[in-house]
């Protein structure tokens, strides 16, 4: 079975720094999918960014980029120029047959 | 366009109760997941209903039962409620099916408390 393991329940960056949250999952599969969704304190998932395991390109979307070490099976979401928006639990997702998440990272942003 | 909508929003059962979720996906979606998060076990995915049909179902027991109707709205029911099924329950909507990859569009959640 499929397992995402997110090994930092929590962290803190200062706004404007860079921060990178961690990612690991257990897979036999070769064709898969991986997301990063964020859950802000109002509790509406939204999706962050998304990655193919078929593309060894890393996905960026804005601040938001990824380190996909499809060997290592890993994927890090890194967070650039932090903003006190940004401030939510963080969840890495694997997606094969179903969607499997990861405990979560809470994020926390000081101004 | 719309986003995925659930009601209700907050729920207060008693144990050996039953209980019905709602979940209407984005227009056009045709997929609806269900999915259970809790401070100790996180997020558990519970079932996946696509065209009227139960694709995907994880580790739940069979006290937790869901279907889709024709307009791909959603519901899932719990019968038999015990404390533990005290969670927010999420809801989340694609165009395709889990495991192609798509995008999921999450509502903003049921909390059922049981007491």
């Known amino acids: 079975a499929q397992t995402v393991t997110q090994s930092q329940p929590e962290m803190s960056v200062q706004e404007a720094e860079t921060v990178t949250l961690s990612c690991t999952y257990d897979?036999?599969?070769?064709?898969?999918?991986l997301f990063w969704y964020k859950q802000p304190p109002s509790r509406q998932m939204i999706l962050v960014i998304r990655?193919?395991?078929?593309?060894?390109q890393n996905a960026t979307e804005n601040r938001f980029s990824v380190n996909f070490q499809k060997a290592a099976k890993s994927f890090s979401l890194k967070i650039s120029d932090s903003q006190l928006g940004d401030t939510a639990m963080y969840f890495c997702?694997?997606?094969?047959?179903?969607?499997?998440f990861g405990a979560g990272t809470r994020l926390t942003v000081k101004p | 366009k719309a986003g995925v909508t659930q009601t209700p929003r907050y729920l207060i059962k008693t144990r050996g109760q039953q209980v019905t979720l709602s979940c209407s996906p984005i227009?056009?979606?045709?997929?609806v997941s269900w999915y259970q998060q809790t401070p100790g076990q996180g997020l558990q995915f519970l079932f996946e209903?696509?065209?009227?049909?139960?694709?995907n179902k994880g580790n739940f027991p069979g006290r937790f039962s869901g279907r889709q109707f024709s307009n791909s709205r959603s519901e899932m029911n719990v019968s038999t409620l015990e404390l533990g099924d005290s969670a927010l329950y999420l809801c989340?909507?694609?165009?395709?099916?889990?495991?192609?990859?798509?995008?999921?569009?999450f509502g903003p959640g049921t909390r059922l408390l049981v007491l």
């Open positions: 989340a909507s694609s165009w395709g099916r889990t495991g192609t990859g798509e995008t999921q569009y």
């Open positions: 897979t036999s599969e070769s064709n898969y999918y």
């Open positions: 990655q193919e395991a078929y593309k060894q």
């Open positions: 997702a694997f997606n094969n047959n179903d969607m499997r």
């Open positions: 227009s056009g979606h045709r997929s």
């Open positions: 209903y696509f065209s009227e049909t139960q694709r």
